[in-house]
């Protein structure tokens, strides 16, 4: 072929490649903006909504433990154990712990005699309610240190009426201690029990921590049941 074809001829496929390639790269731009613009709508609406709920959970909520006896069941949060090595056929030690300090205990007397009655004393009282069906209600809560309401510089240990419940006052006590009693009655708490017997019990609970409040034995009466 002449040599002025070629030369006529060179930039022409040069312009066509060149046509070619922008071609295609705009076609590939093209289908990337047109998938852009249906995928974006899509993952935003799959995009999950916060979920929300009336319901608050505290990270400091135990598990709760049944306890159960021949006479009587509770609940309580975990940290509680029976101490079996304390406990006897009418006596009942528990114990709550934090790490090897032991931080509340509750003592539960059934049927207990005349002689354990004498040596019960307390720094407050919470009054109780029995139902028909063997458990408890507590009814105001756990009272004051019933020193307050010692007017006189005597100090010894008496036998007062405080928040409805006749007890023996430990005055001058310093520990968070507690004794569960009938409302209008003594620490002497009567429940019926499903054979349609009776049994009576005795309730003593400590808080034994640097800044006690005695919410736990709260728990545990509106959970005690008569078996």
């Known amino acids: 072929m002449p040599e002025h074809y070629y030369a006529e001829h060179k930039p022409h496929k040069r312009k066509l490649r060149l046509l070619l390639k922008t071609t295609v790269v705009t076609a590939l731009v093209l289908v990337l903006i047109a998938v852009g613009w249906f995928l974006v709508p899509l993952f935003e609406q799959q995009e999950p909504e916060p979920v929300t709920s009336d319901l608050q959970i505290s990270s400091e909520v135990s598990p709760l433990t049944v306890f159960r006896s021949a006479y009587f069941q509770f609940q309580a949060s975990d940290k509680w154990v029976e101490d079996a090595k304390a406990s006897s056929d009418d006596f009942y030690m528990y114990r709550a712990y934090r790490g090897r300090l032991i931080e509340h205990d509750l003592q539960v007397y059934v049927n207990p005699t005349p002689a354990e009655m004498a040596r019960l004393r307390a720094s407050r009282v919470v009054a109780v309610n029995p139902t028909k069906d063997g458990l408890l209600n ?8 019933c020193g307050e309401s010692i007017e006189d510089q005597n100090k010894s240990p ?10 023996t006052c430990l005055v001058d006590g310093v520990i968070f201690d507690v004794l569960a ?3 209008g009655g003594e620490p002497l708490i009567t429940l019926q029990r499903p054979d349609n017997g009776e049994a009576q ?14 919410k736990e034995f709260e728990e545990i009466i509106n959970t005690f049941q008569s078996r």
């Open 201 to 214: 019990y005795v309730l003593y609970y400590r808080d034994l921590r640097a800044n006690p409040d005695g």
């Open 138 to 145: 507590a009814k105001n809560g756990i009272s004051d240190h």
């Open 181 to 183: 009693g009938e409302d």
């Open 158 to 167: 008496r036998t007062i009426t405080f928040s409805g419940v006749t007890f």
